[in-house]
């Protein structure tokens, strides 16, 4: 494994030494010589602050190991239900991973893993994938990990894609990241921007530090590059004349077996989440009391709106989880989102900075949700939003 070495010799000032990691984790033993401990986050502050006293030493099997040159194309997993039904994220990938594409001059690769696959095969040619590989087999019906891990790894040896694009959806993450602990790749987590560096390497934009950072990660030894990306981050792409090739595989036969048996399964109520929804109402801590919820509901009735919040008002149990916007609640992307009372914290705006028109209405003029917003209102909640309702109401009146 990489690790950071200390050349004691050369640290002259050891309370210097311990003072350069904003971690805490550069410590002494016993003894009182120097050593890195478990807390190190490899941010190599250190080498940079004091490159004669610490050392950045890479793991001698971190070497160049894979010829770029033989990984092409970008692929998406796509998610098929026991129905054939797809799931719109797969959608949305094929369109970031067209652009990917694109950059490079590689092919758009779609799996399609499931019992029936021939509705979700039509829509992803109809969306741009150059070659839609497909392994069917009612076995693959329902999700089991093995078999369809199995499948995905035969796919990765026959076709061996650069990069693999899979939804952040719960199927999503419990399948890539198995598949890249076998292919000893990585994997980046709900990235929420890509892009593609000129030498092929995934540029995978995530939020780091609780939001404060954008990382960017990149793997430029390993291939494939994994990354999943939560639902309606990226756009769906338009529907084209299909001019892609439909590859049949047959499923590994021993890798269908699993240790998994499905006695029922039952489909859950579809219950539209905030996700879903063309306009949205946010309550933020501008709110004075819950007792005052009622006004935002006036609100969001009159513009047909689902009403959501911040994780303040969420962890004061003013609303239920499933509204909560934001890094650690769901991503939204309506047509309209009205927030009331919303700071614009990064973890919340990054749950809902790709909205259509964003109006915030806030008495801080300062406040950060103003950058994102296409419509700031500077005031109080308290007047604006009964003004908003009455103008909302009085504009439905008039064009009856
Ligand atoms: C790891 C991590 C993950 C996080 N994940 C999320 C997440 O998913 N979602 C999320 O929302 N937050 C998240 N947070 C918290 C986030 O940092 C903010 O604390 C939170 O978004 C603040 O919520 P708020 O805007 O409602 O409250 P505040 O930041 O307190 O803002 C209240 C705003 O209301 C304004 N105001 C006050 N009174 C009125 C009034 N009468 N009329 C109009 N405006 C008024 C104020 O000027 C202020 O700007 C996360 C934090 C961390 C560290
Ligand atoms: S790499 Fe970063 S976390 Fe690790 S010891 Fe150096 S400064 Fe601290």
């Known amino acids: 494994m990489s690790h950071i070495s200390i050349h004691p010799e050369k640290a002259s000032d050891?309370?210097?030494?311990?003072?350069?990691?904003?971690?805490?984790?550069?410590?002494?033993?016993?003894?009182?010589?120097?050593?890195?401990?478990?807390?190190?986050?490899?941010?190599?502050?250190?080498?940079?602050?004091m490159p004669e006293v610490f050392e950045f030493v890479e793991d001698a099997e971190a070497a160049p190991a894979v010829d770029k040159n033989e990984w092409r194309g970008i692929a998406v997993v796509a998610e098929i239900s026991p129905d054939g039904a797809l799931h719109p994220v797969a959608l949305e990938l094929l369109g970031k991973a067209r652009e990917l594409a694109a950059a490079r001059g590689e092919p758009v690769l779609a799996l399609a893993i499931g019992g029936r696959t021939e509705a979700a095969v039509q829509e992803m040619l109809e969306r741009g994938?150059?070659?839609?590989?497909?392994?069917?087999d009612p076995e693959l019906s329902e999700f089991r990990i093995e078999p369809y891990a199995a499948a995905l790894s035969d796919f990765i040896r026959e076709k061996k894609p650069s990069a693999v694009l899979v939804g952040g959806t719960p199927t999503g993450r419990s399948l890539a990241p198995r598949v890249a602990a076998r292919f000893r790749a990585g994997l980046t987590a709900d990235c929420t921007t890509l892009g593609m560096s000129p030498s092929g390497d995934l540029d995978q934009i995530r939020p780091a530090y609780g939001g404060n950072i954008m990382a960017h990660i990149n793997t430029p030894r390993h291939r494939p590059q994994f990354a999943t990306v939560r639902y309606k981050v990226f756009p769906i792409p338009p529907r084209e004349r299909p001019h892609g090739a439909v590859v049949r595989h047959k499923p590994p036969r021993d890798g269908l077996a699993s240790a998994i048996s499905i006695l029922e399964s039952r489909p859950k109520p579809a219950v539209k989440g905030i996700?879903?929804?063309?306009?949205?109402?946010?309550c933020g801590r501008g709110l004075r009391r819950p007792e005052d919820l009622p006004m935002l509901r006036e609100l969001a009735d009159a513009l047909g709106a689902r009403?959501?919040?911040t994780r303040a008002v969420v962890e004061a149990g003013w609303l239920p989880a499933s509204c909560q916007i934001g890094l650690s609640g769901r991503t939204v992307k309506p047509k309209l989102i009205v927030t009331c009372g919303v700071s614009g914290a990064i973890q919340f705006v990054s749950g809902m900075n790709g909205s259509g028109t964003i109006v915030a209405v806030n008495t801080d003029k300062d406040a950060p949700i103003f950058s994102v917003a296409h419509i700031g209102i500077v005031g109080d909640i308290y007047e604006v939003v009964p003004a908003l309702v009455a103008a909302v109401k009085a504009k439905k009146e008039a064009a009856k």
């Not at 994938?129 to 069917?136: F, L, P």
């Not at 996700?275 to 109402?281: C, G, S, T, Y």
Request: glycine share 12%; with cysteine.
């Open 14 to 49: 050891k309370d210097a030494a311990i003072g350069v990691c904003p971690f805490g984790a550069i410590e002494r033993d016993a003894t009182g010589a120097l050593f890195v401990g478990g807390g190190c986050r490899m941010c190599r502050m250190c080498v940079r602050r």
């Open 129 to 136: 994938a150059d070659e839609v590989h497909v392994y069917e």
């Open 275 to 282: 996700e879903d929804a063309e306009a949205i109402v946010v």
């Open 307 to 309: 009403l959501a919040g």
